[in-house]
């Protein structure tokens, strides 16, 4: 069975040949970019080149580069634990900035290239380099004074794929971007294997404004992403993304550990524990504001796990499967030492509170209504110390599932308590 390891390489080599220059992984604290909190795609760090901010024919020698990028997405993180969300995830990534170019397969030149050069890269790339079987394929059908993408279409039908494979979408599936309140974005294809959206070709044509309006940009921009854990999927045919190489060791190390983990709780450790490493290992550390204040909820969270299967003391064995089978990529992965001390720092922190919350949760959490519930929350919250996301964690697991209501009346419960706390100048 082909292992991520060697996928990595294939998809390097592949493109490599092809005039692509191969750029390390950025670190998921953006640089210069003050837009995201943390980097959400393989694009990010290269959108000053989209923009022509920055020339890669000046910076890389060539207008074509490719990035295996660590990303993480902060909006999934309530939606951990079902089969396909994750939090940090790797994106497989082909780009080109260029006002122009042949847009001819067959140039393996450092020229720029467009749709036509991106799609048939990865038709051949995942044919016959992996073996795959492409089941359909989606387009932008057009809308608000933005056209049918018609080249895709005719492109996809040279391949030899028929009208009823090619799938046409509106904006909220065939337009991607921007990541942020502005930047580059534009039309995409979509590349299904096994029914699973495995590949997203974007074609930068745009820049949206912080106000939503449209400009066309000077350079015509290529930006691919394909997600190796979906990816893997589809190549080993697991059940969910979760039984891939990519997880077997630390998932391994877990079940041997405690063989009766159910499901949903195996993959929100899998996936906070992994994220948590890579994040504290790019220099994030637990606090109470923005990307600090992600880390601190996912280790909580993932303590929260780790307390009840009694998996606490065995804290080391698991931040190290997840050390061995990444830190031949990530060369700081191998400051284990930094990132156990921070995960414990910030466990030892927080033992006290969340054995005294779960103690008192059944006792407390007694209700006949939303609103009674919502009231014992805050008295969990105001009086123990427990945070709310924790407390709705122990309710989903009991199946009651927290709305959008709930939390604005814990929101106007925490500005009074807020009003009666502040202190008055006499």
Same mark, same amino acid.
């Given at each position: $069975?082909?292992?991520?390891?060697?996928?990595?390489?294939?998809?390097?080599?592949?493109?490599?040949?092809?005039?692509?220059?191969?750029?390390?992984?950025?670190?998921?604290?953006?640089?210069?970019?003050?837009?995201?909190?943390?980097?959400?795609?393989?694009?990010?760090?290269?959108?000053?080149?989209?923009?022509?901010?920055?020339?890669?024919?000046? =910076?890389?020698?060539?207008? @074509?580069?490719?990035?295996?990028?660590?990303?993480?997405?902060?909006?999934?993180?309530?939606?951990?634990?079902?089969?396909?969300?994750?939090?940090?995830?790797?994106?497989?990534?082909?780009?080109?900035?260029?006002?122009?170019?042949? =847009?001819?397969?067959?140039?393996?030149?450092?020229?720029?290239? +467009?749709?036509?050069?991106?799609?048939?890269?990865?038709?051949?790339?995942?044919?016959?380099?992996?073996?795959?079987?492409?089941?359909?394929?989606?387009? /932008?059908?057009?809308? %608000?004074?933005?056209?049918?993408?018609?080249?895709?279409?005719?492109?996809?039908?040279?391949?030899?794929?028929?009208?009823?494979?090619?799938?046409?979408?509106?904006?909220?599936?065939?337009?991607?971007?921007?990541?942020? =309140?502005?930047?580059?974005?534009?039309?995409?294809?979509?590349?299904?294997?096994?029914?699973?959206?495995?590949?997203?070709?974007?074609?930068?044509?745009?820049?949206?404004?912080?106000?939503?309006?449209?400009?066309?940009?000077?350079?015509?921009?290529?930006?691919?992403?394909?997600?190796?854990?979906?990816?893997?999927?589809?190549?080993?045919?697991?059940?969910?993304?979760?039984?891939?190489?990519?997880?077997?060791?630390?998932?391994?190390?877990?079940?041997?550990?405690?063989?009766?983990?159910?499901?949903?709780?195996?993959?929100?450790?899998?996936?906070?524990?992994?994220?948590?490493?890579?994040?504290?290992?790019?220099?994030?550390?637990?606090?109470?504001?923005?990307?600090?204040?992600?880390? @601190?909820?996912?280790?909580?969270?993932?303590?929260?796990?780790?307390?009840?299967?009694?998996?606490? =003391?065995?804290?080391?064995?698991?931040?190290?499967?997840?050390?061995?089978?990444?830190?031949?990529?990530?060369?700081?992965?191998?400051?284990?030492?930094?990132?156990?001390?921070?995960?414990?720092?910030?466990? #030892?922190?927080?033992?006290?509170?969340?054995?005294?919350?779960?103690?008192?949760?059944?006792?407390? #959490?007694?209700? @006949?209504?939303?609103?009674?519930?919502?009231?014992?929350? +805050?008295? $969990?919250?105001?009086?123990?110390?427990?945070?709310?996301?924790?407390?709705?964690?122990?309710?989903?697991?009991?199946?009651?599932?927290?709305?959008?209501?709930?939390?604005?009346?814990?929101?106007?419960? /925490?500005?009074?308590?807020?009003?009666?706390?502040?202190?008055? %100048?006499?």
């Amino acid at each position: $069975m082909i292992t991520s390891e060697e996928v990595r390489k294939l998809f390097i080599n592949f493109f490599e040949k092809r005039g692509h220059k191969n750029i390390p992984s950025s670190s998921l604290i953006p640089s210069d970019d003050l837009s995201v909190l943390l980097i959400p795609a393989g694009m990010q760090p290269l959108k000053k080149y989209f923009t022509g901010e920055k020339n890669a024919l000046n =910076d890389f020698g060539t207008q @074509r580069l490719i990035s295996i990028q660590k990303c993480f997405r902060t909006t999934d993180i309530d939606e951990i634990g079902d089969e396909r969300h994750l939090t940090f995830f790797e994106m497989l990534g082909n780009f080109s900035f260029s006002p122009v170019g042949s =847009d001819d397969p067959s140039d393996y030149s450092n020229s720029g290239y +467009f749709k036509k050069s991106a799609i048939y890269w990865a038709y051949e790339f995942l044919i016959q380099e992996l073996g795959l079987k492409i089941d359909y394929v989606s387009i /932008f059908k057009g809308e %608000n004074n933005i056209p049918l993408d018609e080249e895709a279409k005719k492109i996809w039908l040279s391949l030899g794929l028929s009208e009823d494979q090619i799938k046409l979408f509106g904006r909220e599936d065939n337009f991607w971007g921007p990541t942020g =309140d502005e930047g580059p974005c534009g039309p995409t294809t979509e590349i299904y294997v096994d029914n699973i959206e495995i590949w997203n070709l974007v074609f930068n044509e745009y820049y949206q404004e912080k106000n939503g309006v449209l400009r066309k940009l000077n350079l015509r921009g290529v930006d691919t992403g394909m997600g190796l854990e979906r990816l893997m999927k589809v190549i080993q045919k697991t059940e969910t993304i979760f039984e891939t190489d990519l997880f077997e060791p630390l998932r391994i190390t877990l079940l041997n550990l405690k063989s009766d983990i159910n499901q949903r709780d195996l993959r929100i450790i899998l996936d906070h524990l992994r994220s948590s490493v890579f994040l504290i290992s790019d220099g994030v550390l637990p606090s109470n504001l923005e990307r600090g204040y992600i880390l @601190r909820r996912i280790l909580r969270r993932l303590m929260l796990k780790l307390v009840k299967y009694n998996l606490l =003391d065995y804290l080391d064995q698991l931040v190290l499967a997840v050390k061995n089978k990444f830190n031949s990529i990530y060369e700081n992965l191998n400051n284990y030492d930094k990132i156990i001390n921070v995960i414990k720092g910030e466990f #030892v922190s927080f033992e006290k509170t969340l054995r005294r919350g779960l103690n008192k949760f059944d006792r407390i #959490v007694v209700y @006949r209504n939303r609103e009674e519930m919502i009231e014992k929350l +805050f008295i $969990m919250f105001s009086s123990y110390g427990l945070p709310l996301d924790i407390s709705a964690e122990i309710l989903k697991e009991r199946g009651v599932f927290l709305d959008n209501k709930d939390l604005e009346l814990f929101q106007i419960l /925490f500005k009074k308590h807020q009003e009666v706390s502040r202190p008055t %100048n006499e």
